[in-house]
């Protein structure tokens, strides 16, 4: 097998891409390409892994314009005329080369109000939870995000954009909206129906079509308008 | 390969998923949805035409027999089938449990706008 | 856009769908009869189910069609916040005022 002409972003939002020479090998991965590039050509090269396997999402890059997971993006399923471009996640702030600043995306995960706020204590009996009333199985269909941001990365309304809270903060927040165990949802819903919130969504599904764990925040999404919707004409939000 | 100013560009062999059907059909419900609020005015105007007088309006439509307005006249029916079934699609989206098929409704939606259009041209002729 | 922004968008949506449809055969079979002002008006002029028909059509489509001008300012441009309220008012208050013109035009004896 050949050489792939790897073209890598370096430097910050200044920055630009400069190619690199790394042989082709039978079972290579994109973040397998990376770690060659750092070990054997440029030390220098900052990005970041942590499993390889596919379960953590901290390796998530831009390949070939589109976000994925690189340790889970085999080079031939994406090596065109020997050529490939990885840069950094899009939509986010750039630290260095392929490491981007995911603050703003937690930050708006806070702001979504994505975050669980338990009726019960340590001290109270576990509550039993049915896992085939109809909101449990609504969460469980949205439960599985880790966080990589690749659907934020995808979303053009995350782009165009700067207030919306994006597809992963909304995704969870659909999840609590459905647990019967929080007591948050007066004012995450409120969180929701503001500016920025899911009525900013267009239904691209960018975000269902690169979500590495195939979960579906346009849905989510869509249940989070049908609830806001109804509070709203039921007078419970401004 | 110097990259622009300010943000990586995009991959050069690849359109990432700005090709995707589900965002062409975004793009083209915008932009109809965008023609047919700059069209809109000029409707209104041209029926207003007849506090003028009748033959005021009557002078405009005679006008619209013109070949290239017809065209121009299939290219809105085109536009507003098109943003009325991509709207339908939405509707249905936001206010029903999800269901899959949204690639063949909007090439189901496309099918339809060409078709009505064509046919408006053709009885139009 | 926020939920109030959103509410009237799609009411004003659902609102015009069967109003679309209605609008659409209308224009299918006047243009097929050959479009003549004396046709129109001789459907319209008098006619309080037409006047209701279009005045509801002008007002919803002006609503749709100002918030929706409006979301496409707000992530197409650089405009924001009262810039887009006085956007979104314009062109809303500029549909109603030329539709209902247009329908009193075609309906008032």
Redesign the interface.
């Known amino acids: 097998m050949g050489d792939i002409a790897v073209s890598l972003w370096r430097g910050n939002a200044d920055g630009s891409y400069q190619v690199y020479r790394v042989p082709q090998r039978d079972n290579q991965t994109v973040l397998d390409v990376v770690t060659w590039v750092q070990r054997n050509l440029d030390p220098t090269l900052a990005y970041r892994f942590a499993c390889r396997v596919g379960m953590c999402g901290s390796c998530a890059m831009t390949v070939n314009g589109r976000p994925r997971w690189t340790c889970r993006t085999h080079t031939t399923k994406v090596i065109k005329d020997g050529r490939l471009e990885i840069g950094p996640l899009a939509n986010l702030p750039i630290i260095k080369d392929l490491a981007c600043d995911l603050r703003p995306f937690f930050e708006k995960w806070q702001k979504a109000r994505a975050v669980f706020s338990p009726r019960l204590t340590r001290q109270d009996a576990i509550e039993r939870i049915a896992p085939t009333t109809t909101p449990r199985l609504a969460a469980d269909a949205a439960i599985e995000c880790i966080n990589c941001a690749v659907c934020y990365a995808a979303c053009d309304t995350v782009r165009w954009n700067a207030d919306y809270l994006g597809p992963a903060a909304l995704n969870r927040a659909w999840t609590l909206v459905n647990d019967v165990r929080d007591t948050g949802n007066s004012q995450r819903l409120a969180a929701v129906a503001a500016a920025g919130g899911c009525h900013s969504c267009h239904s691209h599904q960018s975000c269902q079509q690169h979500c590495p764990n195939a979960l579906n925040p346009t849905a989510s999404i869509a249940g989070l308008k049908r609830h806001t919707m109804q509070a709203y004409l039921r007078g419970e939000l401004e | 390969m110097n990259g622009k100013r300010g943000r990586p560009q995009r991959a050069p062999n690849s359109g990432g998923h700005r090709r995707d059907p589900l965002w062409v059909a975004a793009l083209l419900h915008r932009i109809s949805g965008l023609a047919l609020a700059a069209f809109l005015p000029l409707h209104f105007l041209v029926f207003a035409l007849v506090l003028k007088s009748e033959a005021a309006l009557e002078g405009f439509l005679r006008w619209t027999t013109n070949p290239a307005v017809k065209l121009a006249e299939m290219g809105l029916v085109f536009l507003l089938t098109l943003h009325l079934l991509g709207g339908i699609r939405i509707l249905l989206l936001e206010n029903l449990p999800w269901f899959a098929g949204h690639k063949q409704l909007v090439a189901g939606a496309l099918l339809t706008a060409s078709m009505l259009a064509l046919v408006f041209l053709v009885r139009a002729a | ?7 009237l968008q ?1 009411v004003s ?2 609102v015009m ?1 069967p109003l ?2 209605i609008h ?1 055969g209308v ?2 079979y006047a ?2 009869r050959g ?4 046709d ?2 001789a459907r319209t002029r008098g006619s309080p189910l037409w006047g209701a028909f279009y005045a509801t059509f ?1 007002v919803a ?1 002006a609503t749709h ?1 100002a918030i ?2 409006r979301v ?1 300012a ?3 441009t650089r405009w924001h916040g009262a810039a887009l309220e006085r956007l979104m008012w314009a ?1 809303g208050l ?2 109603v005022a ?2 209902l ?3 009193a ?2 309906v008032l004896v």
């Open positions: 856009m926020n939920v109030r922004l959103y509410v799609r949506a659902a769908a679309l449809l659409l224009i299918f243009s097929n479009l003549s002002a004396a129109i008006l002008v489509a069609a929706g001008v496409v707000s992530e197409w062109c500029l549909l030329l539709g013109t247009a329908v035009a075609v």
